[in-house]
Structure formats: C-alpha cells, structure tokens
C-alpha cells in the first residue's frame, strides 16, 4: 500500500438487498456510468453493509464510506465519526473543493489497490477498491486522519489555509477541531485498511449476485430502455423515440415501462436527470444554469420547477444545504 501527499490546493434479497427498488442498467464496457451509482446504493443498503458499517465504526472511531466511481461528494460529510476539522472545512466551497481534488486524486491512484493520501492539513485517507470481476465500481473509504499526533508547525501552516479558503471561524474553534482529530499509529492503519480489504471482497461477490439477481427480474427491452436513457439523458427524448429504439410500439412500451419500473417515462427520465445533477451540485465550481443544460434540460427554469418537484426545495437551496451541514 502506497501513501501519496497531496500538494495544498491555493484555490439479494440475500443480505438484506432490495434488487426491486435498486434496479440499474447493466455494465458498459468501460465500467462507468448510472449503472456503478445505482449498484453501489443497493449495497449500502445491503444489511450486510449497514452491520460492517456499525462493527468498524464502533472498533476503530472512524467513518466509513461506499462511493460509486463516478461520483463527486465527500464520502464522509455529515457522518457518523466525521473529523470535527474536516466537518468546518465543508461549510466553505473553497475549502471543499480542495477536499475534492484530494478525493479524486485518491480514488485515481487506487484503482487496483489500497492507497493513502495526505491532506494539505495533514489529515490521511484511504480508498479501497470494489471490483465485480474486471470491472471497478465503487471504493470502501475511510480516514480524516492523522499518521502521528499533529504539531504546532502543522497547525500554524493550517490556519493559513483555512485563512486563504475563507472559512470564518475564530482561531480557538479551529484549533479545538484540529487536534481533536483521530491520531492512528501505522499497525492501527494497516489492520484497518486490511479490514476495508477483506469486506471489499465480499461486496464483490455480494455485487454479483445482486447484478445478476436484477438482470433475471427485468426483461430485456425494460433494460435496453434504460441504458438508452441513460445513454441519450442529456437530448431531447421522447415516449416515441425510446420506444423506436427498442422496436415496441409506443402503445405498449408506454403500459409495460410504468408497470416493471413502477413510474411513467416522463418522470423516470426527470429523474435520471436530477440524480446526475445533484451529484453535479457538490462541485462548487459549476454554476446551476451549466449543471441544467449538462444534465439534460433544455432550460434552467424547468430545471429548477421539476427539481424543487421532486426535492421539494431549489437546486440552490439543496446547493447551500450540503455546504452547510
């Protein structure tokens, strides 16, 4: 396992898993896309997660996260045994971002193996990858850490770049949540990454058997429908045009699409679209109109009246929750 310091940023129904209410569309080649997100979710609410979750929490007094590949969120904002350090660096965007890029830098490096790496506060985290057969779909995460007990040094190169980031805390609140952080001797780290390891596995064989559970409970074209949705999410789709591209009538594909998936196509579609853009939402750099248009919307007044629909609060507003919380 290699450790990588970050450079600071200056800007089944078996195991409790319900196959029905987490379909997904099946693996492309490139093992990216909705599918990876909506697999990973009926993990996590896999009994079998939930009890791993609370077991390593209660042993080690650190957080931990599934994340799919494709996704860009703190896996440990709001969440039980949070770094109360890294919970006040969430209330800035820019301080957020930051957290980001280590994040996606983390999970870039640990595609096919643990990895750890360094904050620009000196905080370490740890993505373990979760693979079904060849294809990567997800890493168990866990950290907001320190190596060894935080110095003075270390605190005084911190406050400047929370100064720089523009949190607006005063210095005794930021140093309380620093050194109040979780100091992890390196055979305490190993065994707990060994740990992530080992659960990684069975999630791997767990991912399996929901996969092929929810390929035998969907007929062919509902899926083929789906994928082309997903694939198409950002045009102007239409009942009849989805329909063409799985050679059904629009009649029938209309009855037969709400009864397997259990909504209409209008708002299964505005759906996939909203799920993508509340993911777009934790990115601090793009503009609400950007993530309209990036989604699929063809303006961002819909955008926002179908948001707020489904949500029942603005695309801003959901913006500022998570940032604040």
Not at 63 to 92: D, I, Y
Not at 115 to 120: R, Y
Not at 147 to 157: V, W
Request: charged content about 20%; overall charge positive; aromatic content about 8%.
């Amino acid at each position: 396992m290699q450790t990588i310091y970050a450079k600071p940023d200056t800007d089944s129904p078996a195991d409790g898993v319900n196959v029905r209410s987490n379909t997904f569309a099946a693996p492309n080649g490139n093992g990216n896309g909705n599918g990876n997100r909506a697999l990973v979710d009926a993990l996590v609410g896999s009994r079998v997660y939930r009890e791993y979750e609370r077991a390593f929490s209660d042993m080690t007094g650190l957080p931990v996260a599934l994340q799919p590949v494709e996704t860009w969120q703190l896996p440990h904002h709001a969440k039980r045994n949070e770094n109360p350090f890294c919970g006040l660096m969430s209330q800035k965007s820019r301080a957020c971002a930051a957290c980001l890029q280590v994040q996606e830098r983390l999970c870039a490096r640990a595609a096919t193996e643990p990895q750890t790496v360094a904050c620009p506060a000196g905080l370490c985290d740890t993505a373990v990858p979760v693979r079904l057969s060849d294809r990567l779909i997800g890493f168990l995460q866990t950290g907001q850490l320190f190596r060894r007990k935080p110095t003075e040094i270390q605190f005084e190169r911190t406050v400047k770049l929370v100064e720089k980031w523009g949190l607006d805390a005063s210095r005794e609140t930021l140093r309380k949540a620093y050194f109040a952080g979780k100091v992890v001797s390196q055979k305490q780290h190993e065994a707990a990454v060994k740990l992530l390891t080992i659960f990684a596995q069975h999630l791997a064989i767990l991912s399996n058997q929901v996969f092929i559970q929810q390929e035998n409970a969907e007929p062919p074209v509902i899926k083929r429908a789906r994928e082309y949705i997903h694939e198409h999410q950002v045009e102007e789709l239409s009942l009849k045009q989805v329909a063409k591209a799985v050679n059904m009538s629009t009649f029938y594909f209309c009855k037969m699409f709400k009864k397997i998936v259990g909504i209409n196509f209008t708002d299964y579609v505005a759906r996939v679209r909203i799920e993508k853009s509340k993911n777009l939402l934790l990115n601090p750099n793009l503009r609400v109109s950007e993530i309209a248009f990036e989604v699929g919307f063809q303006s961002l007044t819909h955008f926002n009246r179908v948001f707020k629909k489904l949500l029942g609060q603005s695309p801003t507003d959901y913006r500022a929750q998570l940032l604040t919380h």
